[in-house]
Nanobody
């Protein structure tokens, strides 16, 4: 059974940092791209970062570029999202998802399995 479990969310002050983790099981994660998405209240889910199966290709949305860093450890079936210099507009529910293939994409349609998400609140 394919499962993705996110963790690491919480409350952080503006300018602070958090690292989100995504634990994968039930499939060969090292064959697929993994993406991070977020959804703020009243807004559509948006792709913010993705990483190829081997970690050699990375992609970021402009809104998080130079602040967030995606990485993966295939030996541990883990993907991470290091988030620095957080802003109130980063407040959202964050999800990881596995790609349908090893395609680096921020389009929701390219992902088929999703975790339940972890919530991040950026507030003073």
């Amino acid at each position: 059974q394919v499962q993705l479990v996110e963790s690491g969310g919480g409350l952080v002050q503006p300018g602070g940092s958090l690292t989100l983790s995504c634990a994968a099981s039930g499939f060969r994660m090292d064959f697929y791209a993994i993406g991070w998405f977020r959804q703020a209240p009243g807004k559509e889910r948006e792709g913010i970062s993705c990483i190829s199966s081997t970690g050699t290709k990375l992609h970021y949305a402009e809104s998080v570029k130079d602040r967030f860093t995606i990485s993966r450890d295939n030996a541990r079936n883990m993907v991470y999202l290091q988030m620095n210099n957080l802003r109130p507009e980063d407040t959202a529910h964050y999800y990881c998802a596995s790609g349908r293939a090893d395609v680096v994409s921020l389009w929701i349609g390219d992902y088929d399995y999703w975790g339940q998400g972890t919530h991040v609140t950026v507030s003073s």
